[in-house]
């Protein structure tokens, strides 16, 4: 698959480190997925998503867990709740797989 990018275009994509601080069900969702709090530390705060990881994840497991989020994109409304980041993952058919640093590091870290 090519779709170049040029380095620019990189360095708009925002993806920060944060910590999951809830998950809860997210029933009124289309799909099996879970409403998720991460905090991104002071500069960015806290904020919400929903995410589609019910497969692999239970949501005791997640909280406290450091994920790899897009911060900047616009908001998006998604059932009932405006998402406010897109937490990464691989993507394998139902499955997906969160992106999250090998060690703890510091809430709010820019990736690049």
């Known amino acids: 698959m090519t779709n170049n990018l040029s380095w620019e275009d990189f360095e ?4 920060r480190v944060g910590t999951i ?10 799909n099996p997925s879970y409403q998720l709090l991460i905090d991104f530390g002071e500069e960015i705060g ?6 589609q990881i019910t497969s692999l994840y239970s949501k005791e497991e997640l909280i ?6 897009v911060v900047n994109f616009p908001k998006k409304q998604i ?4 998402s406010e980041c897109l937490v990464l993952g691989a ?11 090998e060690k703890k590091v510091q809430n709010g870290l820019r990736i690049s």
């Open 12 to 15: 708009k994509v925002e993806m």
């Open 64 to 69: 406290g867990k450091q994920v790899v989020a």
């Open 21 to 30: 601080v809830e998950a809860n069900d997210f029933p009124e969702a289309r």
């Open 91 to 101: 993507v394998e058919g139902k499955n997906v797989t969160l992106l999250q640093p």
């Open 79 to 82: 059932a009932n709740i405006m």
């Open 46 to 51: 806290h904020r919400k998503t929903s995410a």
